[in-house]
């Protein structure tokens, strides 16, 4: 697995869990590089969103993440909401660190990084993270995925090969630019995870299309998915938050 940056998957603890952190939120947020539909760049702003939202863990995409020419949005957003940050650089230059983030309360055991790079596309990546929920595991994979068709086919062809496990419920999430509810790549991901409600996010404004997800196996888990459509979110990216609550 050469497209892999990390480290062989954590033990899974054989203690009996002594909390019970069900139900939880989980949520997924494109931010658009921190830059609103004003085109201010507001890191602060975005940081506002994430205490609205309240999850318990937090997909995040387009994310600067520093660089001799870039800020680190990511520092910013963790300090503000105190949670552990793992990161998914699709771009990762000494200029510039740039692409997908989870943000999560709970501890973060391990991080994997897939290159879903296609091409000579824009590089695309996943952030495979291992989040340990008082002793309940979940692995929550977070991505971006491209603009184009044959592209998206061959990234969702990708992750679904990496989902080798049955030690722990798996959550997909982020912004897979999706808008064809018949497409090869959407029908791909029902077949594995089942259908999931898709409510649309994009543009913030006044939403159009659901490019926004969030998968989970096994299905009868997933319990409710919304939007977050407050003020705030509406001007503070180009896409609308997107939240599940989950179950155990």
């Known amino acids: 697995m050469d497209d892999l940056i990390s480290t062989s998957r954590t033990a899974i603890p054989t203690a009996v869990p002594d909390l019970d952190p069900w139900p939880l939120t989980i949520a997924t947020y494109n931010i658009h590089g921190a830059v609103g539909c004003d085109g201010k760049f507001a890191p602060e702003r975005v940081a506002q969103v994430l205490q609205e939202l309240n999850a318990d863990i937090i997909a995040l995409q387009e994310v600067p993440m520093g660089g001799s020419r870039t800020p680190n949005v990511l520092d910013i957003l963790q ?35 897939i290159d879903l790079s296609f091409g000579s596309r824009e590089p695309r990546a996943a952030v495979d993270a291992d989040v340990n929920c008082h002793g309940h595991l979940l692995r929550v994979v977070a ?31 982020g ?36 490019l926004d997800r ?4 096994p299905r009868h888990r997933l319990v409710h998915v919304e939007v977050h459509a407050t003020p705030l979110a509406r001007i503070a990216s180009d896409h609308l938050p997107l939240i599940a609550h989950i179950d155990g």
């Open 143 to 173: 991505t971006h995925l491209g603009l184009r068709v044959k592209e998206r086919r061959e990234q969702v062809r990708k992750l679904l090969q990496r989902f080798d496990t049955d030690e722990m419920p798996v959550i997909l999430l």
């Open 175 to 210: 912004d897979l630019n999706e808008w064809f509810v018949w497409g090869q790549s959407l029908r791909w991901l029902v077949s594995h995870f089942q259908a999931v409600p898709a409510p649309k996010t994009f543009p913030s404004r006044y939403p159009l299309f659901p």
């Open 214 to 217: 969030i998968w989970i196996r």
């Open 79 to 113: 300090k503000a909401t105190g949670y552990v940050a793992a990161e998914g650089p699709a771009c990762d230059r000494p200029e510039r660190r740039y692409g997908n983030a989870v943000l999560s309360r709970y501890p973060i055991l391990s991080v994997r990084n």
